[in-house]
């Protein structure tokens, strides 16, 4: 899809502009939005709407052709519900019909005339990005595995997003489409089977990044991470064939002084719970485990095609979760970089093993922040479904100010996340008998106890964990990754920008 943004006057009308479609909003009143009256010198919009023929219901559509003094071949007409304060799932429904109908028109290109400065809550930014965002979704394939590939998508290809006027909406096209981009990334890394998206693989993507972007990289072999004690992260490492990579990526568009954010992403490329084994049922779906690094590349790729003057460094640790005979087992004490010494109770809780390591590592860029994505626990997807990311972070003054910055920047992105507790009560669940931490908790509270966990390594710095667990894919029929946390954490580092 080829997105451009354009604002029409009383010059350059829209009832001028040469097009397949233009799309514009009608209310559930029967009353004609801007851009709709616009079009109706001839009346026939107002006739189409007395005849019945739509209902001005959100996502409610009519098509019309060759409407008089319209140089457009055709005028969508899509309901927006109620015409005082649109609200944003209205507007988000409106988008959705428009696109429906766009995907199956013999036009290639279009013009996307809806309110957007009308939005409730909203401005026209969120606007521009609900457009390309569902634009994107629309067209989106996962066909990369299948020897015949899906049929391209038919019908608009180039699609101008009237802007009201005088909005100055270049910046957040451009940055809209950066996300999008960077969803893409992500969803694809996610959607691959696990015998080819292994750490090998996840470092040519970095590599691939860092050529494109102009991105510094390193990847950490084994012989690396054991010279930097990683005992942690390599415990869990020790039942796979495919070697471990560590992965820093830096996007140093700040001044060279300025204190990085530092990203964090769990890479388990498949997580079979090791010699704690998985059961069987729906075990395919743990070669989304590597989605918390999938959100920090595809984060990348959207910060290099927007340029933040900002920096970044990116950190993906990545590993297979694997049983055999060299496999940790349950009750092993492994050694972590930071010093701190845990038992492994169970090797299905790896995630938290990979990262602490990597949490440790952080400290050595003196992070203004560091934040960790991880598809960590179950229990996220039992405390708070798909709708939000869990976000954990401790709560002094520091921390509140970051896990509110976070929290806004979901809600701005439409990715949002809600704040469960970082106590040191719960780290009493933690104790081990034989070593410095257990690597679960005693019954209840399981996403509490991971990110409390987590919180012994990150001691240095402020620093804010989000569970993916739920959100980063969707299973049953139409099962696949979302491309979730990019548009939070993007928007988050726009807004540090
Ligand atoms: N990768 C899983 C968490 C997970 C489960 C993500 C389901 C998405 C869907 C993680 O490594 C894991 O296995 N966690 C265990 C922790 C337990 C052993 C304390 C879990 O959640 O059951
Ligand atoms: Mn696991
Ligand atoms: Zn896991």
Redesign the pocket.
Known sequence: MDFSIKAYDTKNTIASAKTGCVAVAVFENKQLSQAAQALDASGEITAALKSGDLTGKPGSTLLLRGVTGVAAARVLLVGLGGQDAIGEKNFASAVTATLKVFASLGATDAIIALPLADVKERDSNWGVRCIVGTAHESVFRTDAQKSKKDPAPNGVRKLTIAAPAGAQLKTALAQAIAIANGMDLTKELGNLSANVCTPTYLANVARKLAADYRFEIEVLERKQLQALRMGSFLSVTNGSEEPPKFIVLKHMGGKPKDAPVVLVG?G?TF?S?GI?I?PGAAMD??K??MCGAASVLGTFRALGEMGLKINVIGIVAACE?MPSGRATKPGDIVTSMNGLTIEVL?T?????LVLCDALTYAERFNPAAVIDI????????VALGHHNSGLFTRADAAHEKLAAELLAAGKQAGDTAWRLPVEEAYNEQLKSNFADLA???SPGG??V??ACFLENFTRKYTWAHLDI??T??KSGGAKGATGRPVPLLSTFLINRS
């Open positions: 769990k388990i997580d719970g704690s998985k779906e743990m989304y485990d979760n169970n299905d809780a790896e995630g938290r991880a598809t960590l626990t179950g229990a996220c997807i690597n679960i908790g399981a996403s106890t991971a667990a739920g980063a894919w």
